[in-house]
């Protein structure tokens, strides 16, 4: 499994962002570094975030039974990183890129 970090701005738009291969708790830390305050971990069976894209949708779709909020679009790593303006992360500017 691999874990995720899905976090939701108040105007309700959600981020799914690569976390880490190896533990949840190694996820939780790269969340707070990137400066989130309130996030999940979430694990999915993939690395590819267009998959787990689908499948977050697909487990909302489930959840609330509601095709529009299913549907909306999930923010990534640059998405988030250009609602507030931070720097990538230390990884990345290694060059090992978001996916470790």
């Known amino acids: 499994m691999y874990y995720w970090i899905v976090a ?43 998959a787990a894209s689908r499948m977050m949708k697909h487990g909302i779709l489930e959840k609330t039974h509601d095709i529009k909020k299913s549907t909306r679009r999930l923010g990534h790593t640059k998405s988030l990183r250009r609602k507030t303006g931070r720097a990538p992360a230390q990884e990345e500017q290694n060059g090992r890129g978001i996916f470790g």
Do not use: M, Y
């Open 8 to 50: 939701q701005e108040e105007d309700g738009q959600r981020f799914l962002i690569w976390g880490s291969d190896r533990s949840s708790d190694e996820a939780r830390q790269k969340g707070l570094e990137e400066g989130l305050v309130e996030f999940e971990i979430k694990t999915f069976p993939t690395r590819d975030i267009t």
